[in-house]
T-cell receptor
């Protein structure tokens, strides 16, 4: 089955700087890669996703890049703000819209230092 | 925000107790899920109900028993649990397009706030 590894497990960034979280996956058939954000004591929420026919996707300060050859994808957050502090989970799936095969990484705790 | 609601939010039970977790979604989705979230581990998929049929159980121990009476409600029945079962149990729903001819949707998982379970 799919195996998703996520690094780093913790990350501290000065407010205003950029943060990068990286994930690798094992199954070359995976074609859907979402990122979820979980603030302390709250539910995980989708913040951005990318499909295998796209190499990069941006949404304001958040961007995700995908390298299918190397089987890795990354989350980039620019101009970080205190509200970006949370745990971020990457995931990979064999299906564009079905979640039965969605495999999550272990999460990255991002702390923004004011 | 009341898209996916879970009750109870906190539960403490002994190993011989029987309890149930409840999840309700008001989003009109056709798939519902139970995930287990433990410290420093990935979110673990336990059960999937797609179009009210169970499609995945990922070899979950039989002391966890799911029930999906309709597309809006999902239960997780618990009995004779072990201390290592203590975790946050998250319910989620989505509009699943894995079946041809289904309705449109993003496939995004909408999570509830979870039920924090402690087994003594």
């Amino acid at each position: 089955g799919e195996n998703v590894e996520q690094h780093p497990s913790t990350l501290s960034v000065q407010e205003g700087d950029s943060a990068v979280i990286k994930c690798t996956y094992s199954d070359s058939a995976s074609n859907y890669f979402p990122w979820y954000k979980q603030e302390l004591g709250k539910r995980p929420q989708l913040i951005i996703d990318i499909r295998s026919n796209v190499g990069e996707k941006k949404d304001q300060r958040i961007a995700v890049t995908l390298n299918k050859t190397a089987k890795h994808f990354s989350l980039h957050i620019t101009e970080t703000q205190p509200e970006d502090s949370a745990v971020y989970f990457c995931a990979a799936s064999l299906s564009n819209f079905g979640n039965e095969k969605l495999t999550f990484g272990t999460g990255t705790r991002l702390t923004i230092i004011p | 925000e009341t898209g996916v609601t879970q009750t109870p939010r906190h539960l403490v039970m002994g190993m011989t107790n029987k309890k149930s977790l409840k999840c309700e979604q008001h989003l009109g989705h056709n798939a519902m899920y139970w995930y287990k979230q433990s410290a420093k581990k990935p979110l673990e998929l336990m059960f999937v109900y797609n179009f009210k049929e169970q499609t995945e159980n990922n070899s979950v121990p039989s002391r966890f028993s799911p029930e999906c009476p309709n597309s809006s409600h999902l239960f997780l029945h618990l009995h004779t649990l072990q201390p290592e079962d203590s975790a946050l149990y998250l319910c989620a729903s989505s509009q699943d397009l894995s079946r041809p001819g289904g309705p449109s949707g993003t496939g995004e998982l909408f999570f509830g706030e979870g039920s924090r379970l402690t087994v003594l």
